[in-house]
């Protein structure tokens, strides 16, 4: 079998395709109007072929041109594998297309528990022609080694040579339960927050401290309590239950703020958190449609659930 270097060495595709109209056509001038070239290159071009090939492949007289024994084996042959190359090309077109195929997604943990996973079975049931293996992990996942079709990430992007498209913004704020705050009062400056029982998730940018900012003030604040944890989840229950005051992003407290479980403490002040959330994908222009189609119901769904 020849290397794919000896095959490209060997045999043109121009000069298999001439080869094909004349074949077709029983003539060099019909075939060379067929495929938009003057009568003495396709005449070149077979000729290349067969000594390529050392053998003759059609049989010229002045009046005709017609396949020798051999030339017609391989007519039957060529024309078949370009047949599959056509079919081929018709088919990438078809999965870049149509919506279809495996879709290999990374999602971050808690994020993608609360937001991606309860919109899956109905988008999977609207394109029955997608599977979706779908990796939770905080790990920052290297797209194109790791074969990701695409990747719902939460803050700054890392790697500007990814496309990356904007789905929402979000901030970080501070949270407390109704009974809390009616119970130990609600703090009117960053500094009365110190008076305060407040729950520190270890794994926040700035932790051990809060950095709050509003309208360009700062005020960096240790905050102090009965619980401290690098689960953001059991940090949202530990507040719904009246335990404290958390600084989180709105997108994990905000169904339990819908929910009347949780009230926004220091309206205005923001955490250092505050950004947004991307879908990234590999680089390129062309994004397969099973890609597009997820990437936008996936913001869709967002969009809409975040205005509380």
């Not at 926040?204 to 709050?212: A, I, K, Q, T």
């Not at 709105?250 to 947004?276: I, M, N």
Request: charged content about 20%.
């Amino acid at each position: 079998m020849h290397s794919l270097h000896e095959l490209l060495t060997r045999f043109s595709l121009e000069d298999l395709v001439t080869f094909l109209a004349v074949a077709e056509h029983s003539s060099f001038s019909d075939a060379a109007t067929a495929i938009g070239r003057d009568p003495t290159i396709v005449s070149r071009r077979v000729s290349r072929l067969e000594k390529n090939l050392g053998v003759r492949l059609l049989s010229r007289t002045t009046r005709k041109v017609a396949l020798t024994e051999v030339g017609a084996q391989y007519y039957r042959r060529v024309r078949s594998v370009l047949d599959e190359l056509d079919n081929a090309g018709t088919e990438a077109s078809s999965l870049a297309t149509t919506p279809q195929g495996l879709l290999r997604v990374s999602l971050p943990i808690t994020f993608g528990r609360q937001w991606i996973a309860p919109l899956l079975p109905a988008f999977l049931s609207r394109y029955p022609q997608i599977r979706i293996d779908a990796v939770f992990s905080d790990r920052y996942v290297d797209l194109v080694a790791e074969g990701f079709d695409v990747a719902i990430r939460v803050g700054p992007q890392r790697d500007s040579t990814l496309t990356a498209k904007y789905i929402a913004p979000f901030k970080s704020a501070l949270f407390a339960s109704p009974g809390y705050l009616a119970s130990h009062g609600c703090p009117q400056t960053p500094d009365e927050l110190t008076n305060h029982s407040c729950l520190g998730f270890t794994s926040h940018e700035s932790w051990p401290e809060w950095v709050l900012t509003k309208d360009g003030q700062r005020a960096s604040v240790k905050p102090a309590g009965p619980l401290v944890t690098d689960n953001s989840e059991a940090l949202l229950l530990a507040a719904c239950e009246g335990l404290g005051i958390i600084l989180s992003p709105d997108w994990l407290a905000g169904p339990a703020v819908k929910a009347g479980d949780l009230r926004e403490v220091l309206p205005g002040w923001q955490g250092s958190g505050t950004g947004a959330v991307y879908a990234i994908m590999p680089p390129g222009r062309l994004v397969p449609a099973k890609t597009r189609v997820f990437v936008d119901e996936v913001s869709a769904k967002i969009q809409a659930a975040w205005a509380y």
